[in-house]
């Protein structure tokens, strides 16, 4: 599940942006730029995004809903839920060794 | 800046732009354009080119034809690679060369490669088209179809024609003008003649196995598994293209006077033979080579790296 999101490449960290993002709820690419700004503290550029968005797509890990509107939205699906649940874990025990190395240092 | 933009989404790929391209410029629309926008969406166009996301149905539809395409562009070429190396045999058998080849190790090294070289192809090419013949003719058997074994069945009767047709030169015409000198215009027409149904059969039979192969409907995985072959075949056709123009270089330099000689195909110049067989050896190797990496190309449309 981890490789899901790890193996994008260049386009790992864009791809985890967007996942914890939709995990916010489902957004449209401006939205999700400045979701992402607002709480990474990163700013995606537009090709990066939709680089990284047609990625998860493709891989299942994200999905376009039906909408009028020129804007179209995106929501994270079951298997992209279980690819960012697992990938963030694989952070959380990475900075809890390094914290706790750093506590005994 | 916006203007730029839009140009700059332009150059995405067109299946890209059916699927992204009205969402895309909405987005952009939403904020003022700045230079390292621009860069990224450059930068995201390039890489759209590289690593596909968005494949056209058309597209898909033709990974598998553009493969097996390689796979009988390398079938071809290695027809031509073996039509020439044929006529080279021939041209070296004369003792003047077999002699050359154990006097001057650059010239016998150079032979040894090439008749390696060439089992090296032959045996990758069965290797690749084995699985594929089965297939086809397993496809054709199970639904009824005749046309694909007939066609199958064309190698082995050329095959079977033109080597009746050298047992009755050699066994009855021959003997008829008794046994003509090189240069006898009986026997240049008799050996051209040979040499015209070997070509013949050598069309025949790439063009008949082309023909069941493109009939046959086998499976975009064989042709995905041929290619592996089909690039050691095309490898052993470079390194047989290759160890000829050796041959030859090292031949002029061991034995001048029997290089400028006139001991070629058909008692003509032997230079020209050798560059004549160099040359089609050349320009098919260089056409299995481009084929093998056009379908490697094709069959990893699929499995970029995403």
Request: a neutral charge; glycine letters at 8%; hydrophobic letters at 60%.
């Given at each position: 599940m981890v490789e899901e999101v790890s193996g994008l490449g260049r386009f790992s960290d864009p791809a985890l942006f967007i996942l914890v993002s939709l995990a916010g709820g489902e957004k449209h690419g401006y939205a999700m730029m400045e979701d992402i700004g607002a709480t990474c503290g990163v700013r995606l550029g537009p090709g990066t995004l939709y680089g990284a968005l047609a990625r998860l797509e493709r891989r299942g890990l994200a999905e376009p809903l039906v909408s009028d509107e020129r804007r179209k939205p995106y929501r994270i699906t079951a298997a992209g839920a279980s690819a960012l649940e697992a990938k963030l874990r694989e952070i959380e025990g990475f900075a809890r060794a390094g914290l706790g190395r750093l506590a005994t240092a | 800046m916006s203007w730029l933009l839009k140009r700059i989404v332009r150059l995405y790929p067109r299946a890209w732009r059916e699927r992204y391209e009205d969402e895309f410029g909405a987005m952009l629309e939403e904020r003022p354009a700045?230079?390292?926008?621009?860069?990224?969406?450059?930068?995201?166009?390039?890489?759209?080119?590289?690593?596909?996301?968005?494949?056209?149905?058309?597209?898909?539809?033709?990974?598998?034809?553009?493969?097996?395409?390689?796979?009988?562009?390398?079938?071809?070429?290695?027809?031509?690679?073996?039509?020439?190396?044929?006529?080279?045999?021939?041209?070296?058998?004369?003792?003047?060369?077999?002699?050359?080849?154990?006097?001057?190790?650059?010239?016998?090294?150079?032979?040894?490669?090439?008749?390696?070289?060439?089992?090296?192809?032959?045996?990758?090419?069965?290797?690749?088209?084995?699985?594929?013949?089965?297939?086809?003719?397993?496809?054709?058997?199970?639904?009824?179809?005749?046309?694909?074994?007939?066609?199958?069945?064309?190698?082995?009767?050329?095959?079977?024609?033109?080597?009746?047709?050298?047992?009755?030169?050699?066994?009855?015409?021959?003997?008829?003008?008794?046994?003509?000198?090189?240069?006898?215009?009986?026997?240049?027409?008799?050996?051209?003649?040979?040499?015209?149904?070997?070509?013949?059969?050598?069309?025949?039979?790439?063009?008949?196995?082309?023909?069941?192969?493109?009939?046959?409907?086998?499976?975009?995985?064989?042709?995905?598994?041929?290619?592996?072959?089909?690039?050691?075949?095309?490898?052993?056709?470079?390194?047989?293209?290759?160890?000829?123009?050796?041959?030859g270089l090292a031949l002029w330099v061991q034995d001048p006077a029997l290089f400028a000689g006139d001991d070629g195909i058909l008692a003509t110049p032997t230079a020209a033979s050798w560059l004549v067989v160099v040359a089609v050896m050349g320009c098919s190797a260089c056409t299995a080579v481009a084929a093998a990496v056009s379908g490697f190309k094709a069959s990893g449309y699929e499995n970029e790296p995403i």
């Open positions: - | 700045s230079v390292s926008d621009v860069y990224d969406v450059a930068t995201g166009a390039l890489d759209a080119w590289l690593f596909p996301q968005v494949i056209h149905e058309r597209s898909v539809a033709l990974i598998g034809s553009r493969m097996r395409r390689s796979v009988l562009l390398v079938l071809w070429a290695w027809a031509g690679v073996m039509a020439a190396g044929v006529g080279f045999q021939k041209m070296t058998e004369y003792e003047d060369f077999v002699r050359a080849a154990h006097e001057s190790a650059p010239v016998g090294v150079a032979f040894d490669a090439i008749v390696v070289g060439a089992l090296i192809a032959l045996v990758a090419v069965l290797a690749g088209g084995a699985p594929i013949m089965f297939a086809a003719l397993r496809n054709a058997i199970g639904s009824g179809r005749k046309d694909v074994p007939l066609l199958l069945c064309v190698p082995p009767i050329t095959a079977g024609i033109f080597v009746g047709y050298v047992l009755v030169l050699v066994r009855v015409v021959d003997p008829i003008f008794g046994d003509p000198a090189v240069h006898d215009p009986v026997n240049v027409v008799l050996f051209v003649s040979i040499v015209v149904m070997f070509m013949l059969a050598v069309l025949a039979s790439t063009a008949s196995v082309s023909a069941a192969i493109g009939r046959s409907g086998v499976g975009e995985r064989l042709y995905r598994f041929a290619l592996y072959p089909a690039a050691l075949a095309a490898v052993a056709m470079v390194v047989v293209s290759a160890a000829t123009v050796v041959w």
